[in-house]
């Protein structure tokens, strides 16, 4: 069992990722609830709190994780890996609709994990909605 992540490696982490979620790619900035530093990896399945096995996430999508490495794809219906915010690229993965408010999957991958982590929730689509009105979404 690692040792809780410390606060300098949190920040390390929300600093590297933009302070921007690595699945849904909401803001911290525009988010009523706190952010979290999750293990890619879950610690029970020996995950470890090296800085390329932690990841930046909301906690609707962290939440939604939990445990899951894996999931089915709805397209192919395998079970297919969860994107990995370390070892793959969000763009690889996943793209905006036209208006920006809706993630599509790319890959097996990227829609296994939309479904799984319900990217696309309402509250966070909506929220979306209101910020391509004022320009601050999608993040850089
Ligand atoms: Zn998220």
Known sequence: MPERISKI???????RAR????YCRSQADYSP???????????TKKG???????AYSCQGCNNRKYNH??????????VVSLFHPRQQRWADHFQWNPSQTMITGLTPT???TIQKLDLNRKGV???????VLIGE???P
């Open 9 to 15: 490696r949190k920040e390390q982490v929300s600093k």
């Open 19 to 22: 302070y921007c979620c690595e």
């Open 33 to 43: 609830d706190p952010f979290s530093v999750e293990h890619i990896i879950p610690v």
């Open 48 to 54: 470890t709190n090296d800085l390329d096995n932690l």
């Open 69 to 78: 490495i894996e999931a089915i794809d709805p397209v192919t219906n395998t």
């Open 110 to 112: 990227g829609r296994a």
């Open 125 to 131: 689509v909506n929220l979306r909605y209101l910020l």
């Open 137 to 139: 979404h999608p993040p």
